[in-house]
T-cell receptor
Framework: NAGVMQNPRHLVRRRGQEARLRCSPM?????VYWYRQLPEEGLKFMVY????????ESGMPKERFSAEFPKEGPSILRIQQVVRGDSAAYFC??????????????FGAGSRLTVL | KNEVEQSPQNLTAQEGEFITINCSYS?????LHWLQQHPGGGIVSLFM???GKKKHGRLIATINIQEKHSSLHITASHPRDSAVYIC??????????FGTGTSLTVIP
């Protein structure tokens, strides 16, 4: 069981480019969460998805950010026209069911985005 | 005021010392999570507990639901325990309230 796999681990982009971060949940997990950790700050919720559905995107910036979790393949967090303020670590976590309640949440190792 | 408060924010200990990290929360919960973030950044879920006490090796987590307080203890601390320890509680909508973390450095 490979756990939650995120790639790339490190991504460098210039301002205005697009960043795509991928997350393959743990085997058997159908709930995916994306979090952002800005330098010197705690984890902040971005979006919660199940297969083919966005359940809660209340933590997503209104513009340039989108997420999907297709029927086949990994979940993708997409950032268009990146700016320096998007530089952060982006963590994905998965669970077998929703986290309301005592459900195990497994984190990936994170993807570090640096915007030059 | 944050829904989840951790203390201390930073902690330096000598190898072998007994360490306690505290977490207080102000919301009703069904379970509380302790996470460990290593200097490389990866996050590992250490414990999920809803009552009493859990133990994994040198790590012990306790929770008092009535007092809305949890503690993470490390016995016989080692430099490899150096990490940021984060307390998290679920909120409605499948999100978490996260504490800001406790940065632990264990000196040989």
């Amino acid at each position: 069981n490979a756990g939650v796999m995120q790639n790339p681990r490190h991504l460098v982009r210039r301002r205005g480019q697009e960043a795509r971060l991928r997350c393959s949940p743990m085997k058997g997990h159908s709930h995916v969460y994306w979090y952002r950790q800005l330098p010197e700050e705690g984890l902040k919720f971005m979006v919660y998805l199940q297969k083919e559905n966005i359940i809660d995107e209340s933590g997503m910036p209104k513009e340039r950010f989108s997420a999907e979790f297709p029927k086949e393949g990994p979940s993708i967090l997409r950032i268009q026209q990146v700016v320096r303020g998007d530089s952060a670590a982006y963590f994905c976590a998965s669970s077998a069911t929703g986290i309301s309640g005592a459900n195990v949440l497994t984190f990936g190792a994170g993807s570090r985005l640096t915007v030059l | 005021k944050n829904e989840v408060e951790q203390s201390p924010q930073n902690l330096t200990a000598q190898e072998g010392e007994f360490i306690t990290i505290n977490c207080s929360y102000s919301v009703g919960i069904s379970a509380l999570h302790w996470l460990q973030q290593h200097p490389g950044g990866g996050i590992v879920s250490l414990f999920m507990l809803s009552s009493g006490k859990k133990k994994h090796g040198r790590l012990i987590a306790t929770i008092n639901i009535q007092e809305k307080h949890s503690s993470l203890h490390i016995t016989a601390s080692h430099p490899r325990d150096s990490a940021v320890y984060i307390c998290a509680v679920p909120k409605t909508g499948n999100q978490f309230y996260f504490g800001t973390g406790t940065s632990l450095t264990v000196i040989p």
